[in-house]
């Protein structure tokens, strides 16, 4: 089995599972509570605060709050900044590619009276300065921009986008790095970042878990309200386990982020030459400006769905085409539409994400089989 889908779910790295083994006794406590084993547990609770703060250099680590999820974390980043500062203005700036968990809340805040303007973007899924600073307004409060896109690998200008930004008071720039957390370098500070969502499984952590950063001075209003964990803003007893493992996942990924990078750059480099090769085949989202563990591509006359399933029983390679937040719909991938594909082409599309299992060997094989099946399918394509 190669497993090329780590965009959608990443295995658990051994070291944290054993991490967790080795710090069961400290995590079986509420944080809450004041007695011995509710201390251990609140010791390790800000222990994972640490070094997920660590990872993209907060200036404290108070300023991360943990919830169930990226998805979770979108909701309270999007919801929360603009309803807490409507009084600023009620327009929100949106990217057209920003994930389905930033533009479902994004819809629900326009059911609620606010304005939103959706950002285009090029071709290679780039956000252009220019553009942005046309669409914003003295209305608008907050902007969500997309760290790194998780279906076709984009990195954005997010420094440069994060001064067009403030350059009103009272605006806020949110980041979504749930694909780009543990891979490339981030700098929440010197990117100018208020608010910056990650997810324990994209760092090869376990599931039921994420954070928000929230810059000092950037207030939110809750989404949960409840017993007043989290400072506050997310409410209910920390699942400790997940955090946990999420504080260890980060620690290895900040210690090993260099190497792995160029690592699985030379898989991913080896990926899009080979596959690139292959006759009407077109890499998607820009050829420099891209994850090093993302390769991406659509193809002429067959659909992602029969490559995903070929790939997967006759040669036990694992992809993706779009992302699997939105595959229980059979509407093409938004992300594609908003770089210019048609929905014909929009359908023809595979992604394949590395990770630390990834063998560099395992690339020509990878290869051979895309031919394989890519020459499979249009043989037997009515087109």
Do not use: W
């Not at 609140?42 to 999820?69: D, K, Y």
């Not at 326009?110 to 956000?127: C, H, I, S």
């Amino acid at each position: 089995m190669v497993y090329l889908d780590h965009a959608s779910a990443m295995p658990v790295d051994p070291r944290v599972l054993a991490y967790l083994r080795d710090h069961g006794d400290a995590l079986c406590g509420n944080p809450s509570s004041l007695h011995s084993v509710g201390l251990a547990a609140r010791r390790e609770l800000e222990a994972a605060r640490g070094r997920v703060a660590a990872l993209i250099n907060a200036p404290v680590s108070s300023s991360i709050v943990f919830t169930a999820g990226a998805t979770e974390a979108n909701n309270l980043a999007i919801r929360g900044t603009a309803e807490r500062n409507q009084k600023h203005g009620k327009t929100i700036a949106v990217s057209a590619i920003e994930h389905i968990s930033i533009i479902n809340p994004a819809k629900y805040l326009v059911k609620q009276g606010f304005e939103l303007a959706t950002v285009p973007v090029d071709a290679d899924g780039l956000v252009s300065p220019d553009v942005l600073a046309g669409l914003m307004t003295p209305d608008t409060t907050v902007v969500s921009i997309n760290y790194a896109n998780d279906e076709i690998g984009t990195i954005e200008p997010v420094r440069e986008l994060a001064r067009l930004v403030h350059e009103e008071e009272h605006r806020y720039l949110h980041v979504n790095a749930t694909a780009a957390g543990g891979r490339i370098p981030i700098d929440v500070q010197s990117d100018e970042i208020d608010l910056l969502t990650l997810s324990s499984s994209d760092l090869g952590g376990p599931r039921g878990a994420g954070a928000l950063y929230v810059a000092p001075g950037v207030r939110l209003q809750t989404v949960m309200p409840g017993g007043g964990q989290e400072r506050g803003l997310r409410s209910g007893t920390e699942n400790l386990p997940a955090i946990a493992g999420m504080g260890e996942a980060a620690r290895i990924a900040g210690g090993e982020m260099e190497q792995e990078s160029r690592r699985q750059q030379k898989i991913r480099d080896a990926l899009i030459a080979g596959i690139g090769g292959i006759g009407e085949t077109y890499l998607t989202g820009h050829p420099r400006l891209r994850l090093p563990n993302h390769a991406s591509f659509r193809f002429g006359r067959i659909e992602g769905e029969s490559i995903l399933l070929n790939m997967d029983t006759l040669f036990g390679i694992q992809v993706a085409t779009g992302s699997a937040c939105t595959s229980q719909t059979l509407e093409p991938s938004h992300v594609l539409l908003a770089i210019g594909l048609t929905h014909e082409e929009a359908h023809g599309s595979m992604i394949m994400t590395t990770g630390r299992d990834t063998a560099e060997e395992a690339a020509p094989g990878v290869i051979d089989a895309v031919r394989q099946t890519v020459e499979r399918l249009r043989a037997l394509s009515p087109l």
